[in-house]
């Protein structure tokens, strides 16, 4: 494929998994809230601030579950997983790997090293394989 299809090319996304985070993050948040006010008189403020803390920590890390993406450039691959994204070019990439039990697939790269990408997920069942398909088409290898 030419950089300008690829540039084109939607933006890969989990479906399940963003719909899962988003309201386990949301019950755990509105849970840990409702918890800290309803604990009895003996825990102090700061028992109740933790308790209310914990959940806004569950529901940020489920924000960045929920926004996990790979978006391709005519570049490269922008792969945005947990941790901060990174650009991934398209010259680098030697192979897709997606074989049976792996969670999510994983691009080989010339230097030996691999990348994951959590945006396609193998818990969105069939999707997963095309997505995958049309990752590897866009690799071109």
């Not at 074989?99 to 691999?114: E, N």
Request: glycine content about 8%.
């Amino acid at each position: 494929m030419s950089a300008p299809d690829r540039a084109d090319a939607a933006v890969f996304r989990p479906r399940r998994g963003r719909v899962v985070s988003t309201v386990i993050g949301a019950a755990i948040l509105v849970g840990s809230i409702v918890l800290a006010i309803a604990l009895p008189e003996r825990f102090e403020l700061m028992d109740r601030l933790t308790c209310a803390g914990i959940g806004v920590a569950v529901a940020v890390f489920m924000s960045r579950y929920a926004t996990i993406h790979a978006a391709p450039r005519a570049d490269g691959l922008w792969v945005r997983n947990l941790g901060p994204g990174e650009l991934v070019p398209w010259e680098e990439m030697t192979a897709l790997r997606f074989s049976q039990g792996m969670p999510w697939p994983r691009i080989d790269l010339a230097d030996g090293m691999d990348v994951a990408v959590m945006a396609i997920q193998r818990s969105d069942g069939p999707r997963s394989l095309e997505e995958a398909q049309r990752l590897a088409d866009l690799i071109g290898r």
